[in-house]
């Protein structure tokens, strides 16, 4: 499949899912790491975000790694990010499309086990539909206490 740099964002959902698997074959190397929703509240969504890219370049015997416009705070490794990565380099905008099918992918399954809040339609980007699921959520309990030991979280 042919695909230039600057089709990626336009990708349809089947496209992709192929660009995934044909990515996965044709690397060199790649590593996936899923951040913990324990990371992202510890550290916060950025963050979270850098250490897991911080581990990924460590991982690999990259000698210069490219980021989507993300500095990375690590030795022995030329860092260079990249504005709007993806539409300059063809390993940034695979990344991009190993990241997005993935994250698309978990959200389908959180959508079997919480689908009063529509992740399958909106792949957790944030919407009205979201916020409008937290505040009825919110609505209907007691105390903040009830509300986040609901989202799973410790009081």
Known sequence: MKIQISMILNLSVKKRDALFEQIQEDALWFEIIQVSPEDIDKYNIYRAD??????????SNAEVVLTDAMPLLIEGREIIPLVKGDQKSISIAAASILAKVTRDRAMLEYDKEYPEYGFAKHKGYPTKATYGGLTYLWSNQDSPQEFLALLGKNT
Do not use: G, T
């Open 50 to 59: 850098q250490l897991a890219m911080e581990q990924i370049a460590i991982h």
